[in-house]
């Protein structure tokens, strides 16, 4: 300052009174001048922000941008599917871009994986940051959405709005969106450069966890084998012999997609799965199949269908290097080949055109227990006492023919009293509770019921469905599914012992479990309390043989004796599903899973395995799986919402309900395409067959009734009082 105040460095001084009481001064009134601009240079330092950059693309290395709700949790989960090895070589860099400050624990996470991740500070909701991460070049946007939040509305429409952005910014890039509700979905259908057939999707989670649920209570351990086939898992240590290492056999196997090899041109579906599974050691399930106005994904198709060119196949298979034999399979060159690694395209340029040999199916039967499978439509009506002449009524389907309906129905007429329940005749129902009042977002429980009364089931495969909970939130439910049939309320709470007495829950197919707590601000043990309290309350209850002797008093169905499940005396016998929040809760579930420690992952758990417990958190793999594979949510969706097709979306989203059809049909001819049970190997069909290990059932089974055979539900390890099971996806050979 001093030096400021002269000429020089001290070489031309003042030498005046006068000079130096103005250096005084000037000295003086610049210290206080520079002391007063100190905070606004901090300011301006601080503004400048770490994550403040731009993304360069590197050449021949693709690009996504990841936006939404970005936590470590969630991230974590994100990356372990996107980049694992199954997948292959993944030359894909993740491009972070959220609004807010990464903590100490964020930027560990960025460091460890800065080789596939770089984050970068700012909102999609801003062009100028959409041109920082380099939107218009990346391969697709992933908009993650926050689970636990308490207004599920409000979240949907900060990601439609985020997907508006994008949009505007740049129409041609492709956006998969995280939905939490269902009718959200129609806003995104709203946006004009919205095309499901440029790769554009939407992952309604809501509509998702009800559809895998409702399966697993058609079909016990089903969810389990569906949600492990979408989830890539990596090898972990068990007990050689235990029930683990045979659940994990099949617990690797995912589903890829792949265009089958010109061969199969003209061959019939099963004769081109049995080669598959057989020679090639993957499994084909499905087809994707385009007619001049429309393309649909077929699983398992009927016996005449043949294998058009060009045709895309859906597999099931350990790793993306087995499923690329099917294309390059050639009758020609890899007849007499029977190592599959040794399968490599070959130079062959001639079709080799075989006679179309057919196989004569017989027709399986419907309904039947223990064993995992996709049965084919052309099957005949068992000898069922529910299918008896005299209880034979007319259904009828809805105007797009995929789901019964009737008449919408008055609550009044359907909410029943304790003592109107215990006189219904329940037996072998669907018993629904419901935790939640009228301050509670809504579920969606139309996602549940719509699994639950496909078009393809027949009227004696119709479960009654029975919900408990509270009136007032079950009313605000009502008005989406009150044009269902054979629906009924019964007022109470689930943890009631006279209610669940009441609702017959010893009788009951299946018991589903569903809470509305989202609260955040709970920690995450206590999020899921109703649910655990709900699960132990009735595997505690005692149920007293109170039958008479001779025949079921008021039994809806002549002959019903015959078909009359095991009385469960016991709790630990009643077939329980229930939605967790957070899946590190299941160790509140099961004594043997509290106890196991070392297994941490909800798929490894005895309560997964077993289909007692489902999670959205299994449902953030599918994100991914939609990256890499823009067939996955069609396939997903028709194996789970029980044909949520493009049509039955249009009328939902211009009436919110489904409209009567024409005319009605009996329940025999309601089936039209395949459909997931469960079929015993000690009777029935399959008894016949004389199978020793998986790979002759298989093949076995799909000549004789063509049907796919995905796994076993085999009991678990002793000591097992409640002689639950556990599911083994098929292991290929």
Known sequence: MVTMSTVGYGDVLVHTVLGRVFIIFIITTGLALFASYIPEIVEIVGKRRKHDGSYTPLPGKKHVVVCGHLTLTNLTAFLKEFLHEDRGVVNVKVVLLGNFDPDAQFELFLKRNFIKTVFYQGSVLSSRDLARVQMQKADACLVLSNKFCKDPHTEDACNIMRVISIKDYCADTRVICIMLQNPSKVYLQNIPSWDCHRGDAVICLAELKLGFMAQGCMVPGLSTLLANLFTM??????????????????????????????????????????????????????????????????????????????????????????????????????????????????????????????????????????????????????????????????????????????????????????????????????????????????????????????????????????????????????????????????????????????????????????????????????????????????????????????????????????????????????PVVADLVHSSNVQYMSSLDSLETSFSDLHLTQAFASGSVFSVGVLDSLVSATYFNRHAPALIRTLVTGGATPSVESQLAEEDMLRGGPSDVTSPHLRHHAKMAQLPLSRGPLANLSCGIFQELFCKSLDAFGILCLGLYRLLDAPNPALRRYCAALRLP
């Open 233 to 574: 898992q990596s090898p972990a240590q068990t007990q050689p012999g235990s029930w683990r290492s045979h659940y994990m056999l099949g617990l690797y196997n995912e589903v890829y997609t792949e265009e089958l090899s010109r061969d199969f041109t003209g061959k019939h579906f099963q004769e081109v799965c049995r080669l598959c599974f057989v020679k090639l050691r993957v499994l084909l399930i499905g087809i994707e199949y385009r007619t001049a106005k429309e393309c649909s994904i077929l699983v398992n198709p009927q016996s005449d269908l043949t294998i058009p060119e060009k045709t895309l196949g859906f597999f099931i298979a350990s790793n993306v290097f087995d499923v690329k034999r099917a294309s390059l399979f050639c009758f020609a060159c890899h007849s007499d080949i029977t190592e599959p690694s040794k399968i490599t395209e070959c130079s062959c340029h001639t079709l080799q055109h075989l006679d179309k040999v057919g196989v004569p199916l017989e027709d399986p039967l419907d309904r039947v227990r223990s064993f995992g499978v996709i049965s084919c439509p052309e099957h005949k009506e068992r000898d069922d006492p529910q299918t008896h002449p005299a209880w034979e009524v007319k259904a009828q389907l809805d105007s797009t023919g995929m789901f019964h309906w009737c008449p919408p129905v008055p609550l009044e007429s359907v909410t029943l009293s304790r003592s109107a329940a215990r006189c219904l005749p329940l037996q072998d129902h669907m018993l629904v509770c419901v935790f939640g009042d009228e301050h509670s977002p809504l579920l969606g429980l139309r996602n549940l019921v719509m699994p639950l009364r496909a078009g393809n089931l027949t009227g004696a495969e119709l479960h009654t469905v029975l919900l408990l909970g509270s009136l007032q939130y079950l009313q605000r439910e009502w008005e989406h599914i009150h044009y269902f049939p054979r629906i009924y309320i019964l007022p109470g709470s689930p943890l009631c012992r006279a209610d669940l007495r009441a609702a017959q829950v010893s009788q009951c197919a299946s018991c589903l479990i569903l809470s509305t707590c989202c609260d955040s601000s709970l920690e995450p043990s206590l999020q899921d309390k109703e649910s655990v309290l709900a699960s132990l309350n009735i595997q505690s209850m005692q149920f007293p043989d109170s039958r008479p002797d001779s025949s079921l008093a008021g039994s809806p169905h002549p002959g019903a004796d015959d078909m009359k499940p095991p009385f469960r005396q016991s709790g630990l016998r009643v």
